[in-house]
């Protein structure tokens, strides 16, 4: 007698993985029946995964115009801290989308990488790379509509927890949009600083920074607090080595022969003399300048290897003569330069960096630095 066989189970569904989005579709990265592909308690139901969340979200408020889900998508009390400014309320980052809205409305941000980390219970960081291109149509703080095309990057850092923002770094290479529209960066920068020094925010210099202490060298190892693992603890090294030993050199090591460099004002250059020459022309500009990684995260990469994400800040002073051109002679002014790069590693060497700061906020600090220099120049009361 033939034993009856149990019905065959159906094999187990694969869970989704979270989305990546250097090679789908928009439609794809904003899908409609995904199931949720990770933990997400108290993300309205719409979003899969961290990375739906960032894309959808910000294509909803800046493509599809529905400004007011910054209400529900950032916390009353957030803070946006910009490379020309910063925003302490969640108003205000209404008020100031609604402007750039009006002013470049045929602006579109496509999302080219979200690399991120974190959970439900601890919240999520996402650093988000986006190439917005656009058209200058209509007036605001670029002035008068020039009707030029611009592309520029910007990457936005972000801190989420519960659907809600409350903290943001954004870099945006306003410096590249000022050019590609046709304005003159002198007078932009001018008017910049002049806002800042009419409300009594002067630049003053406040000393060395921390690259050197006394007549010590370099630190020859960096803070590897914040990294999570061991590949992000070997890239914060190999970015001491770089540029606060200034061993230049090393990019040959680390780099692909064939690395893609993609820099401010949408410059695109190849190999490793590229990158050694980017490297070594921001610190001649900026001779005495100090690299403080600030926050590190990392992801798989579909396309093999790994994306890893670097939030930093150098200080220094304008000292000398390098790529960031617009400075003009040097002016011994301290500058403060908050910037963010995107790695891809693969086979234990960098394939593609991005790297996206503005010169247009060190322009800005100079001119306010000149007009605290000025005879006229009022020094606000202790």
Request: charged share 25%.
């Amino acid at each position: 007698m033939n034993k009856q066989q149990p019905p065959k189970q159906a094999p187990a569904a694969k869970a989704p993985e979270v989305l990546q989005a250097e090679r789908l579709d928009f439609v794809d990265l904003v899908p409609d029946d995904r199931p949720r592909a990770q933990p997400m308690r108290g993300f309205d139901p719409i979003y899969t995964d961290i990375v739906d969340y960032i894309i959808r979200c910000t294509h909803k408020i800046w493509d599809e115009r529905d400004v007011g889900l910054i209400y529900t998508h950032y916390t009353h009390d957030c803070v946006v801290y910009g490379a020309t400014g910063t925003i302490y309320t969640r108003e205000q980052v209404v008020q100031d989308t609604i402007q750039r809205m009006f002013m470049l409305p045929e602006r579109r941000g496509m999302a080219t990488q979200v690399i991120w980390r974190g959970n439900e219970d601890d919240g999520f960081y996402t650093s988000h790379l986006v190439t917005g291109s656009g058209r200058h149509t209509q007036p605001g703080v670029y002035g008068k509509p020039t009707g030029r095309n611009f592309v520029a990057r910007t990457i936005a850092d972000c801190m989420v927890f519960e659907n809600k923002i409350y903290r943001e770094w954004l870099v945006v290479d306003s410096m590249a949009q000022i050019k590609q529209i046709g304005l003159d960066p002198q007078d932009y920068a001018e008017n910049l600083a002049q806002g800042y020094f009419d409300k009594g925010l002067l630049s003053i210099d406040i000393g060395e920074n921390g690259r050197l202490s006394g007549q010590y060298p370099p630190e020859a190892k960096p803070d590897l607090e914040i990294a999570h693992n061991d590949l992000e603890e070997q890239v914060l090294i190999w970015l001491n080595d770089i540029h606060n030993r200034r061993m230049f050199g090393k990019i040959n090591e680390v780099y692909a022969p064939t690395v893609q460099y993609h820099g401010p004002l949408m410059k695109e250059l190849y190999g490793q003399a590229a990158v050694i020459h980017q490297t070594v022309g921001f610190y001649a500009s900026i001779p005495d300048g100090h690299f403080m990684p600030q926050h590190i995260c990392s992801v798989p990469c579909d396309e093999g290897g790994h994306k890893v994400a670097i939030r930093w800040v150098v200080e220094g002073h304008h000292l000398g003569w390098g790529i960031l051109e617009d400075l003009g002679a040097p002016t011994g002014k301290r500058v403060q330069v908050m910037g963010m790069t995107h790695l891809h590693i693969r086979d234990g060497r960098i394939v593609d960096e991005w790297v996206n700061y503005d010169e247009m906020s060190i322009l800005m600090q100079i001119k306010l630095a000149q007009m605290a220099d000025r005879p006229s120049a009022v020094l606000p009361e202790a």
